[in-house]
């Protein structure tokens, strides 16, 4: 049998189909998860030692985990051109460096959205999950509006907490952002500043029509997953009565509404 090499090593971990690879996998996915928890405590912690020592060990592990993920590629070079690697780069950047902790922190977010839309571990959790397959749609529709939420928050909190007295902390600025994206509007929190209010008017203008529609996939799914007989097709329109591949008749089970 031939020698496995370290590269081969690390590329069946990243991108193999075997039980060790997914829950290598999974445990990154963890990590990712990990690295939000870092940011969410950070305004707790300042810039007192254990938190600046947090930041530095959180940031070394994936500035290796980065190398690896590199040395796994094939096409090298090419991901260095890639939105992916220039978010990780600005998330080591902010952990490494607490000079822009502040400022660019909140890009953190872009691991774990890379991670949970990322071919491979989709595929994970369908293989190994029954009840995953079964609600793909909505959990995917549900991670999208809880990023969606979260990187709004992150900017309001990042931009207005050093100039704002009303934003003090991160709830402060999920309870704006909410307020403001469900239309609420209560008025007791208004960002200052004309940055600010360039701010909310993007939130108000892009935000609240995006929030409506991400709503309303998660309630009102216009796609259904119902496999048809003869081609196999699994996603058709909710209210579909021919297969729009096959033209096979459809009996897709519904609640007649």
Not at 27 to 44: M, Q
Not at 58 to 87: D, K, M, N, W
Not at 148 to 173: E, G, K, L, M
């Amino acid at each position: 049998m031939a020698k496995t090499t370290l590269r081969e090593t690390i590329e069946g971990l990243y991108f193999g189909g075997d039980a060790r690879a997914r829950r290598f996998r999974y445990t990154l996915v963890g990590f990712d998860v990990l690295t939000i928890g870092v940011f969410l405590i950070s305004p707790l912690g300042g810039h007192q030692p254990w938190m600046i020592a947090l930041d530095l060990v959180v940031g070394i592990l994936l500035a290796l985990e980065l190398v690896a993920r590199l040395y796994a590629e094939r096409a090298t070079i090419r991901q260095l051109f890639t939105i992916s690697f220039a978010a990780d780069i600005v998330v080591i950047g902010s952990l490494l460096l607490p000079v822009f902790l502040e400022n660019v922190a909140f890009l953190r977010i872009a691991r774990a959205l890379r991670l949970l839309r990322s071919y491979h571990l989709l595929r994970d959790l369908r293989a190994d999950s029954p009840w995953f397959r079964q609600h793909e749609d909505i959990i995917q529709r549900t991670v999208n509006l809880g990023v969606f939420i979260f990187i709004v928050t992150s900017v309001v909190y990042v931009t207005q907490h050093h100039v704002n007295a009303a934003i003090s902390n991160y709830v402060d600025a999920l309870y704006f952002t909410i307020t403001t994206l469900t239309t609420t509007g209560f008025g007791d929190i208004t960002l200052i500043g004309p940055g600010g209010r360039l701010l909310a008017v993007i939130i108000m203008v892009v935000g609240v029509g995006l929030f409506l529609r991400l709503l309303q996939a998660i309630f009102r799914p216009n796609k259904v997953r119902f496999e048809c007989p003869d081609c196999a097709l699994l996603v058709h329109d909710a209210d579909a009565i021919h297969c729009k591949h096959c033209g096979r008749v459809l009996a897709i089970p519904d609640e007649g509404r």
